[in-house]
């Protein structure tokens, strides 16, 4: 048999809703520590955790806590004792976390966490949107976004080689769009489980607090002469991120078949018009572009999975050769310019001097549906901005009532 049929032979097929999905890989992945506290629509990802340990399947030490931010407080303590640590969250979860986001970054412990996507009030609401993902940003951690069911499942499994490896050392965060994908169920391909944990390995960090030859402290008072190296060191390490997912990737695909890059170019090759998006509605925008292109119109999608750290000048490399492209993002960031996509994506053409039309487009906040049609009509003004000097606003927000 070949390399090929035998990883097929041994790929299982099943049906999972998105949390099930990745609560399987954690299975399979087995950290050591899991503390957690229950938010829509994360909550089934630990209950989920917690079956698995009570039937023996998995050995790990589940912590049932009082909060979110008890929750990463104790993956800090827990990854500072040199044990391989996860936990999961939505929305509001995350926004307490948030002291803790940094200290987790800045330490340089290589926490996993699976964010279930949803916006943040006000008002209240628990659909989805980015609020949360991208309002955590600037914490220091590593963002990865999932299209669909099979995506959240695969990114697990190659959280912890990225998050471990010597030139990263930072905490990552798995993202998929809550409802949408974590409750909606999807074929997939699981692999097999001692392939996956011989692909994850064992952590082996070079310093931790248990570690009796070797006394260690871990978030120590830093005096001014120090806080800018190790800011520098931080952000270095950021950038490092960026080969090793593509190494972890290119090894995946080897495991499994299955290709993951910083971005997915869909149909790119010789588009005149290009949308850039996100998570679950990449799959709406691809069947979009599919319609569009059995029309005669030249336009591609370009899906990000990697946003910390942003890929500014390989997008900009992506998007050089098309006329126009559109921004589109699922959160708002107040500042009466551009959301953060938007901003960055600008930024980044900008640097590059690559002279593009750009317009910036805000849909689905609070679970509000995105449409084929709203696609087709975001492609139509392209069209008349680049062919017909139309002006288009910028931060139009898609389907929005009147």
Known sequence: MSKLEIRKSKELKERMSGNEAVAYAICQVEPDVMPAFPITPSTEIPQLVSNYIANGQMDTDFIPVESEHSAMSAA??????????????????????WEELLLAASNRMPVALTLVNRTLSGPLNINCDH???????????????????????DNFIQAYPIAEDPRVRLPIMICQDGFITSHAVQNIKLLETESVKAFAGTYEPEEFLLNPGKPVAVG???????????????????????????????????????????????????????????????????????????EGWKVGVLKLRVFRPFPEKEIAEALKNCKAAAIMDRCESYNGNAAPLGSEICAGLFRTKTMIEAVNYTYGLGGRDFTTEHVRGVFAELRALVEEGKAIPQNQYIGLRK
């Not at 600037?138 to 999932?146: E, K, L, P, R, V």
């Open 220 to 294: 120590p008072y830093s005096i001014s002469n120090f806080v800018m190296e190790a800011r520098k060191a931080q952000a270095e390490a950021m950038e490092n991120a960026k080969e090793v997912i593509l190494e972890v990737a290119g090894k995946f695909a080897e495991m499994s078949g299955r290709q993951y890059g910083l971005f997915e170019e869909y149909r790119t090759e010789d588009a005149d018009y290009i949308m850039v998006i996100m998570g679950s509605a990449a799959g709406t925008a691809k069947q979009a572009v599919d319609e569009l292109r059995e």
């Open 131 to 153: 609020t949360d993902g991208m309002g955590a940003r600037d914490t220091g951690w590593i963002q990865i976004y999932a299209e669909d069911n099979q995506e959240v499942y």
């Open 76 to 97: 800090i303590g827990s990854e500072a004792a040199g044990a391989r640590t996860m936990t999961a969250t939505s929305s509001a979860g995350l926004a307490l976390m």
